[in-house]
C-alpha cells in the first residue's frame, strides 16, 4: 500500500489531538470527530496506534479508527478518477 501521508508527530492535551503532517501541524478537537472518543478516559485517549501507511488512527481500547485526511481536511483522487482521468 502507498504511503498517503508522513506523520510525524503526534501528541495529545486533554482532547486536542496535535499532529505534525507532511510538515504542517494540525489541532483537531477528538470530542467533535466522534462520540466514542468524546466519552473516552484520558487513559483510553493516549493508547493510539498509527497504521504504517499514514492513513489512520486506531484507539485500539475504543475500537475507533480515524483517518488522517478526515482530521486534517485532505482530499485525494479515488483510483478510478486517476485510471479515467
Known amino acids: ?13 486533554g482532547t486536542t489531538l496535535t ?4 510538515g504542517k501541524e494540525y489541532a483537531v ?11 473516552a478516559t484520558a487513559e483510553q ?6 497504521s ?3 492513513y489512520g488512527i486506531h484507539w485500539p481500547d475504543l475500537d475507533e479508527d480515524l483517518s488522517v485526511d478526515g482530521l486534517i481536511g485532505a482530499r485525494h483522487a ?3 478518477s486517476a485510471r479515467t482521468g
Open 78 to 80: 479515488s483510483p478510478e
Open 52 to 54: 504504517p501507511s499514514g
Open 19 to 22: 499532529l505534525v503532517v507532511d
Open 29 to 39: 478537537d477528538l470530542a467533535r470527530q466522534s462520540p466514542r472518543l468524546a466519552r
Open 1 to 13: 500500500m502507498a504511503r498517503a501521508h508522513r506523520v510525524e508527530n503526534i501528541r495529545l492535551s
Open 45 to 50: 485517549l493516549k493508547t493510539f496506534e498509527l
